[in-house]
């Protein structure tokens, strides 16, 4: 899969710097060449906490201390990060809106 977004993910590095580890390695699980997602359920098969809201797909970062937000283009195979945060940031919006 490609990654579109990246600057979310260095930026999110640096403001949590404990979740920085468990970001780069989603990174490197989702841009190896053996990754190849085609539908909801191949990223499921991977991520069993993975939720789809609209058209995003949150998954737990650091178990469930933090979020990250992403768009999934399975006929492309690009995943777009929408946003990163803690928990509480994001039970304060809704995700669709993001």
Do not use: C
Not at 7 to 29: C, F, K, M, Y
Not at 84 to 89: K, L, V
């Amino acid at each position: 899969m490609k990654l579109a977004g990246a600057n979310t993910i260095a930026e999110a590095s640096q403001a949590h710097a404990n979740a920085a580890p468990a970001l780069s390695a989603w990174v490197a699980d989702v841009t190896s060449p053996r990754t190849q997602w085609r539908s909801f359920q191949d990223v499921r098969k991977r991520y069993a906490t993975v939720d789809k809201v609209g058209d995003r797909y949150v998954f737990n970062i650091k178990g469930k201390k933090y979020r990250l937000i992403a768009q999934i283009n399975f006929a492309t195979g690009v995943v777009f990060v929408r946003w990163f945060g803690t928990h509480a940031s994001y039970n304060k919006f809704r995700v669709e809106e993001v």
